[in-house]
């Protein structure tokens, strides 16, 4: 099987949506609408659809040039990093298929971050420090829901929203700490304050584990 491509393009649209939704999220011990006021003091306080709206018409007109910049920087990086990325993937699921052959990253104005699992796209902060890491961390999530998918829910039967969303986050951040991918990212996967007891316990079990069946059926 040919690895999948990832688009790198911008959605301002997406981005408005992104702002509604969030500024008033609260998820894992992580205030997404405080994470947004934080980069934009001009939304402090704010919550109807119109202001919200111009207010991101208004960012992207004064700085389109600077995220564009971002994204031709993320997709060169990304090309010289996707053979080894999807090798080690591969490698760790023992399986290199992918629910689809292309997936969009879209260049975003708010750490957010969200990845939408029904049509593989993502989203990324254009002033992030480590974006490869973060492009990692979202193809991480979608080979993992695929493979609990076709692989584990057959046999494990229905597995709650809450416990899978939680598995995928703490996965990520022992898989992502691996030196193979550490390599790429070059910068340590935190993950969500509210998850740290559970990655250590599920840690463990990882490295005990013979596979990524064998892991999935003990940590569910
Ligand atoms: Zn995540």
Redesign the pocket.
């Known amino acids: 099987m040919s690895d999948p491509v990832v688009d790198f393009t911008t959605n301002i649209d997406l981005d408005k949506h992104v702002c509604v939704d969030f500024l008033k999220l609260k998820k894992g011990g992580i205030d997404f609408g405080k994470t947004i006021v934080s980069n934009h003091p001009q939304l402090k306080g704010v919550s109807d659809r119109a202001t919200i709206y111009h207010y991101v018409t208004d960012y992207y007109e004064s700085q389109l040039k600077n995220i564009v910049k971002e994204q031709l920087d993320l997709s060169r990086s990304w090309r010289e990093a996707e053979e080894v990325f999807f090798k080690n993937v591969s490698k760790l699921f023992r399986s290199d298929s992918w629910q689809f052959n292309k997936y969009a990253c879209y260049l975003s104005m708010f750490n957010c971050n969200p990845?939408f699992l029904h049509n593989g796209t993502f989203q990324v902060y254009y002033k992030k420090e480590s974006k490869i890491g973060t492009v990692m961390?979202?193809l991480m999530?979608f080979k993992f829901y695929d493979f609990v998918k076709s692989e584990i829910a057959p046999k494990h039967g229905i597995i709650p929203n809450q416990n899978l969303w939680e598995l995928?986050?703490v996965f990520?951040t022992i898989v992502l700490n691996l030196p193979q991918f550490q390599a790429l990212s070059k910068k340590k996967e935190v993950g969500y304050p509210e998850l740290k007891k559970k990655t250590v316990e599920l840690e463990r079990i990882y490295h005990q584990s013979t596979d990524m069946s064998d892991f999935l059926h003990k940590a569910l």
């Open positions: 990845r961390h979202e999530h995928s986050e990520n």
